[in-house]
C-alpha cells in the first residue's frame, strides 16, 4: 500500500522560510520521481518542483531560485524547502509520485503579508 505523508506546513511571514518533508512507503522510493503540488483557494492544483530518482529537478518559473527540492534516498523522504515566501505562495501542498494516482492528504501553507 502506498503511502505519502506530507509535514512541515504552516503560518509565516513574507519573506521567512519553511521546509515540507513527504515521507513515502509502500515504493522503491529511489526509482520514483517525486513531485510537489500546490493549490490555492479557488485556483487549479499546479506543479511546484520535480525530481527524478537520479536527482535531476525542474522548478516552476515563480519558484526558481527560492525553493529547492531534494530526497534522502535512506530514508524514502522527498523535501521542499522554500525560502524567500510571498503572501501569493499561500497554498495546500501535496506531494506526489508524478504521473501516477498517488497524492499525499496536503499540508496548508500561509504566508502572511
Known amino acids: 500500500q502506498v503511502q505519502l505523508v506530507e509535514s512541515g506546513g504552516g503560518l509565516v511571514q513574507s519573506g521567512g522560510s519553511l521546509r515540507l518533508s513527504c515521507a513515502a512507503s509502500?515504493?522503491?522510493?529511489?526509482?520514483?520521481?517525486m513531485g510537489w503540488y500546490r493549490q490555492a483557494p479557488g485556483k487549479r492544483r499546479d506543479l511546484v518542483a520535480v525530481?527524478?530518482?537520479?536527482?535531476?529537478?525542474n522548478y516552476a518559473e515563480s519558484v526558481k531560485g527560492r525553493f529547492t527540492i531534494s530526497r534522502d534516498n535512506a530514508k524514502n523522504t522527498v523535501y521542499l524547502q522554500m525560502n524567500s515566501l510571498k503572501p501569493e505562495d499561500t497554498a495546500v501542498y501535496s506531494c506526489?509520485?508524478?504521473?501516477?494516482?498517488?497524492w499525499g492528504q496536503g499540508t496548508q501553507v500561509t504566508v502572511s503579508s
Open positions: 525530481i527524478t530518482g537520479g536527482g535531476s529537478t
Open positions: 509502500g515504493i522503491i522510493f529511489r526509482l520514483n520521481s
Open positions: 506526489t509520485i508524478p504521473s501516477s494516482n498517488y
